[in-house]
T-cell receptor, first 109, second 113 residues
Framework: RKEVEQDPGPFNVPEGATVAFNCTYS??????FFWYRQDCRKEPKLLMS???SGNEDGRFTAQLNRASQYISLLIRDSKLSDSATYLC??????????FGDGTTLTVKP | NAGVTQTPKFRILKIGQSMTLQCAQD?????MYWYRQDPGMGLKLIYY???????DKGEVPNGYNVSRSTTEDFPLRLELAAPSQTSVYFC????????????FGDGTRLSIL
């Protein structure tokens, strides 16, 4: 079993739709969690950190469920510019970092 | 605002050649990482370092070596290039707090023929 698993996708949604991605992790020692966005195999860029209490940044909401060991990302009112690959990242306290394989989102007019 | 700088951006190697991918950061970050990303796949951790003089293997270390003699630099060495090492290589760094996100370089696109 992979340490970090994401929804395989791809997700194809119309503009204005709400879409959610999940990411599960197996290492209970995991301490910090992030969502990154990657465009066309360019470098990943931080979308948002994921906090235990959940957090929101505009149209994006991230949540963490430690008991079930998963994180989620919700995108509301999807825009064409949201089309990208979304990567979840899980860090242990020892500094090791593990990425999911990514979920591809395509937002269509 | 250099951040994380990777060189070269592109390189073509012949099988059996060796080379070093350079990574430097100017943010005084202790944590540094090397990843590879194959087409259609996620990032796989090759090696990481939690500070100068300390390195650890990641998920796919075979065929690579690293060193961390300074806080700023974290070079990745390929000793005997193989076609399976054709990939995009990303270097990243982050601050000490566990809630610090990673900052990535632009990547090195490496082809081995």
């Amino acid at each position: 079993r992979k340490e970090v698993e994401q929804d395989p996708g791809p997700f194809n949604v119309p503009e204005g739709a709400t879409v959610a991605f999940n990411c599960t992790y197996s290492n209970s020692a995991s301490q910090s969690f992030f969502w990154y966005r990657q465009d066309c195999r360019k470098e990943p860029k931080l979308l948002m950190s994921v906090y235990s209490s959940g957090n929101e940044d505009g149209r994006f909401t991230a949540q963490l469920n430690r008991a079930s060991q998963y994180i989620s990302l919700l995108i509301r009112d999807s825009k064409l510019s949201d089309s990208a690959t979304y990567l979840c990242v899980v860090n242990t306290n020892a500094g090791k970092s593990t990425f999911g394989d990514g979920t591809t989102l395509t937002v269509k007019p | 605002n250099a951040g994380v700088t990777q060189t070269p951006k592109f390189r073509i190697l012949k099988i059996g050649q060796s080379m070093t991918l350079q990574c430097a950061q100017d943010m005084n970050h202790n944590y540094m990482y090397w990843y590879r990303q194959d087409p259609g796949m996620g990032l796989k951790l090759i090696y990481y370092s939690v500070g100068a003089g300390i390195t650890d293997k990641g998920e796919v270390p075979n065929g690579y070596n690293v060193s961390r003699s300074t806080t700023e630099d974290f070079p990745l060495r390929l000793e005997l290039a193989a076609p399976s090492q054709t990939s995009v290589y990303f270097c990243a760094s982050r601050g000490d707090s566990r809630n610090q996100p990673q900052h990535f370089g632009d990547g090195t696109r490496l082809s081995i023929l």
